[in-house]
């Protein structure tokens, strides 16, 4: 028997802890949705194509403190998915696959992983992106479709050279 409001919340805490273990946490009430608000929806669009024509910059050349830039925080940098990566003859601002860090809530790695075994599955024979999302937003990861063509994307440009996308009309 639960006896408190208190009690079930803890309850219910723990269940989706165990249920959906392989989900980040990202600290943005705009991204972290189901369906977006119009708002967040541009505010994903900006980021999005700040991504496929800027990032090679820091801060993927986002100015100010828009939610687009929130997002960018959020979901990138904190995940260190976009970062610099230095050699000895330079350094470049790009994507790369998030260090795993399992103590860290916002750890995206494990989703990163979901996808590329996803895109290596798919060699063989074509894959909907219509199934990858049904495995990011089921258990054990259960992400939100605001985030996934963020992480998405950032994924594909890492692997612009082995992934290929095209539209099945």
Known sequence: AIATAQQFNAILSTVCDRTYHRSPVLWNELINRRVLTSQGAKARRL???????????????????????????????????????????????????????????????????????????ATTQPQSIFNLYQILESPPYGMKQGAIPIVLAAYLLHHVDDVSVYKDS
Not at 58 to 87: D, F, K, N, W
Request: glycine content about 6%; some cysteine.
């Open 47 to 121: 980021l999005i194509e700040a991504m496929l024509e800027q990032s090679d910059q820091e801060r993927l050349g986002l100015e100010g403190y828009g939610p687009e830039v929130s997002m960018y925080y959020s979901v990138l940098a904190e995940s260190q998915i976009h970062r610099c990566e230095t050699s000895l003859k330079n350094s470049q601002w790009g994507f790369y696959p998030p260090p795993a860090q399992p103590s860290h809530e916002s750890d995206l790695s494990l989703v990163w992983d979901a996808i590329d075994q996803f895109c290596q599955a």
